[in-house]
């Protein structure tokens, strides 16, 4: 259920509101706008008869969600959530371009594609510590010493940084370092960890479970926000589906309809989508020109010689011509690229 408040109305009011609702056992959600509060309010709703709120001080409309997600939904939240890192705005009007390794292997490798992906445009540094790997025999990740030069090699070129927490355990650590903690695509119904990361105030890149719905995501995106952490980021990534010539497929729709139903800033992966590079540019100018509010993608100064993931790497002057290309699309989309 929302309640949507009169338009410039005094604070006294909301909080008459809100304390009914906490006498009542509901867990309240607020969003403050410019000009007005919405009150977003969970728990055993159905017995509430919505009249009994209209009728307080203040109140304008009483909206019952039908979607099983609320806080993620548009019915509560309208205006879309921008999420701020270090001066840089995911889900305003600029397209952000995360960029760099799939993980982090040593200081060489990830400065060199820091630096390159910094100077074409890049506003975050991405890069795996903490790696799920498929086989127990790959590397997992260099762990807190890669996030040591993550976050080194974040100052140095002036970006944000980016990486994936596996498990409860390592959240402390990994927002020491970082300013966006990622979930990946194996762990998005982990719900302990989507509720753990709910307790933090760091923004969440929620990425698309490979076989998960947009209803689901969108659901894991409410445990994340049920906790007080509304800064969640999602990233379509790819899903699977019967056909098995490139790694996923990804699901170019899922961004006008995530558009449509959440106000959370959503962007995509073509990496990871595709798994091999000469189809990640082609995708990438697919992904911005549906309305994606940003892309992920995976850079290696050597991609030859990666620990993980090499072939759908792009090389340095790939992402480049990228961002070239990116330069042409984004205006022609009424979209903006960072300065
Ligand atoms: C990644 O981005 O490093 C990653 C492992 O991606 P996904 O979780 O989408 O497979
Ligand atoms: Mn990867």
């Known amino acids: 259920m929302v309640i949507v408040m009169e338009k410039h109305i005094e604070e006294s009011k909301i909080e008459t509101v809100v304390a009914e609702l906490i ?16 009150l977003g309010v969970v728990g055993d709703v159905a017995s509430v008869d919505p009249r009994e709120f209209e009728l307080f001080d203040g109140v304008q409309e009483v909206v019952r969600v039908s979607e099983p997600y609320k806080l993620s939904s548009r019915t509560f939240k309208r205006e879309k959530t921008v999420v701020q890192i270090n001066g840089c705005k995911i889900g305003g009007k600029d397209v952000i371009v995360m960029a760099g390794p799939c993980t982090i292997e040593n200081e060489k490798q990830l400065f060199e ?17 903490y790696k799920p ?17 993550l976050q ?46 709910g307790q933090v105030r760091k923004p969440v890149l929620l990425k698309r479970g490979m076989s998960a719905t947009i209803q689901e995501w969108l659901l894991a ?8 952490n509304y800064q969640v980021i999602l990233c379509e990534r790819g899903i699977r589906t019967f ?16 558009q449509k139903l959440s106000h959370l800033p959503i962007i ?40 993980c993931d ?25 979209r903006t690229l960072p300065s």
């Not at 073509?270 to 992920?296: E, F, N, Q």
């Open 23 to 38: 006498r009542r056992g509901f867990d309240v959600h607020r969003s403050t706008g410019s000009d007005q509060t919405v």
């Open 268 to 307: 995509a992966d073509p990496s990871h989508a595709t798994g091999r590079r000469d189809k990640v540019m082609p995708l990438a100018r697919a992904i911005v020109a549906a309305g994606a509010d940003g892309l992920l993608i995976e850079v290696h100064h050597d991609p030859e010689k990666a620990v």
């Open 221 to 228: 995106a409410e445990y994340v926000m049920s906790g007080g």
């Open 243 to 258: 056909d098995t010539y490139l790694r996923n497929t990804l699901d170019i729709s899922a961004i006008p309809v995530v």
């Open 113 to 129: 594609t820091a630096r390159a992906v910094a100077r074409a445009g890049a506003k975050v540094l991405r890069g795996g510590a």
């Open 133 to 149: 790997r498929t086989s127990p025999y790959a590397f997992q990740g260099m762990g807190v010493e890669g996030l040591k030069l």
């Open 152 to 197: 080194a090699a974040g100052k140095e070129f002036g970006m944000a940084t980016v990486s994936e927490v596996m498990e409860i355990s390592q959240i402390e650590t990994v927002m020491q370092y970082v300013d966006i903690l990622q979930i990946g695509a194996r762990n998005m119904q982990n719900f302990n960890l989507l509720s753990a990361v």
């Open 310 to 334: 090499g072939p759908q790497s792009l090389y340095p002057e790939q992402f480049v011509e990228l961002m070239d290309e990116l330069r042409i699309i984004v205006p022609a989309v009424r």
